[in-house]
């Protein structure tokens, strides 16, 4: 019994096993923390089914702070916009373009210096602004570029 040896691990099964274990704690990082924090650049074309789906829910289960103060991040081909769904839905270019629906009876008007559009305040001095969020606020000439 004292002459026999035991078979060692290869160096081919010892760098396997050290992949599997890095790969395993990538995957288990990126489901626990989110793939863009472990791959920033892994990015679907667009998510406005998800926001349009996300906006639908919190309204018809009255969630008043996910539907008017949460910022949402919304991209498809042509860009980003980040803004809440009660902007999403009110104002009238993203509205008739995404279809994220109202929700009258959720969010109260708020000041236009409340409302924001990719962190950029509204502002009433305005005549011609991108979007108008008159609908949504107190003052009656809210735009934001």
Do not use: R
């Amino acid at each position: 019994m004292n002459n026999k040896k035991a078979q060692g691990l290869s160096t081919n099964a010892i760098i396997l096993i050290v992949l599997g274990v890095v790969v395993l704690v990538v995957l288990i990082i990126g489901f626990y923390a989110g793939w863009e924090k472990v791959a920033p650049w892994i990015k679907p074309e667009n998510n406005v089914d998800t926001i349009v789906q996300t906006c639908g829910m919190a309204c018809s289960s009255n969630g008043v702070y996910d539907y008017c103060n949460a910022e949402k991040e919304l991209f498809d081909n042509k860009g980003e916009i980040k803004t809440t769904c009660y902007v999403f839905a009110g104002e009238p270019t993203l509205s008739s373009k995404y279809g994220v629906e109202k929700c009258p009876s959720l969010c109260s008007e708020k000041a236009c210096s409340e409302l924001m559009i990719n962190q950029k305040e509204g502002d009433t001095t305005l005549d011609d602004g991108t979007y108008n969020l008159s609908s949504l606020a107190t003052e009656p000439n809210c735009f934001i570029n």
